[in-house]
């Protein structure tokens, strides 16, 4: 008898564990609805506040946020200036991973924006910075990044581009701001990185001579012109040379808040 109750509670045990293995769910079989690849599954950000569309971080001393945007592709964005009373002053790493923007505009509560902030093949058709009188700005962006007009407001007498630029390299592409426009109030432009990019200055050439380039003793006009096209605001028409040939120089104007360059277009 005891045999037998042995052999009974092996044979249920024996049924059990084979029934356990052979109808184990498998987790990583795309049948299951709820299955989500490791590279989809969605990013998880350990914020104190949240509206959908930015991820609020509270300061140690709680008297300011840090932001990262968690939306998807846009066409327009603001950075928030507060959000429940508190004031927003940071833009943090990876603020903007991997996203399509139409215009970012970051006005100028913000005064820090850290390391690598834009990253992963973001793209932005139009950033607008306004720099505040005090700010620290990280390398904002990292990994084949492309700015398509960048417009610098505010604070601007000493504009410099690098904290914008990560050089990159093999690994981590350059970085591509194609075109940008600089004010007449600059008086000091750092921008090495000056490669295949389009300036639009908001004066004459003798003004543009007169901003100082870091480490440079050349005048703006051949530097910038040797790497990088430089265009001259003008709000009518330039005239025509003495001998009707087409305007010296390259001018640019506003249509539809957007910088135009003048093309001058023969009558036949």
């Not at 049948?31 to 930015?54: F, S």
Request: aromatic residues 14%.
């Amino acid at each position: 008898m005891k045999r037998f109750l042995t052999l009974f509670l092996s044979l249920i045990l024996g049924i059990s564990t084979f029934s356990f293995v052979g109808c184990k769910q498998d987790n990583n079989s795309n049948d299951n609805d709820n299955y989500v690849p490791p590279e989809q599954a969605p990013v998880i950000y350990d914020y104190d506040y949240t509206d959908g569309k930015w991820a609020y971080f509270l300061s140690d001393d709680n008297t300011y946020l840090s932001v990262k945007y968690i939306g998807g592709d846009v066409d327009e964005l603001t950075v928030p200036t507060s959000y429940n009373g508190i004031p927003v002053t940071t833009i943090k790493t990876e603020a903007f991973l991997g996203v399509k923007i139409g215009k970012l505009t970051i006005l100028d509560n913000i005064t820090t924006i850290e390391d690598y902030s834009m990253t992963s093949y973001t793209v932005i058709d139009k950033l607008i910075i306004e720099y505040p009188e005090v700010y620290d700005h990280g390398v904002g962006l990292y990994n084949s990044v492309t700015i398509k007009l960048f417009e610098p407001r505010g604070n601007v007498e000493d504009l410099n581009f690098e904290p914008l630029w990560y050089p990159g390299g093999i690994v981590n592409p350059r970085n591509s701001i194609r075109k940008a426009i600089i004010p007449k109030e600059t008086k000091s432009l750092t921008y090495r990185y000056c490669t295949n990019s389009i300036l639009f200055y908001k004066g004459t050439i003798d003004d543009f001579n007169k901003i100082e380039v870091p480490d440079s003793g050349a005048l703006p006009s051949n530097l910038f012109n040797f790497a990088c096209e430089v265009y001259y605001y003008s709000e009518i028409e330039p005239e025509l040379n003495a001998d009707g040939t087409a305007y010296d120089g390259k001018y640019w104007r506003y249509v539809n808040n957007e910088p135009v360059v003048w093309e001058y277009t023969p009558i036949n």
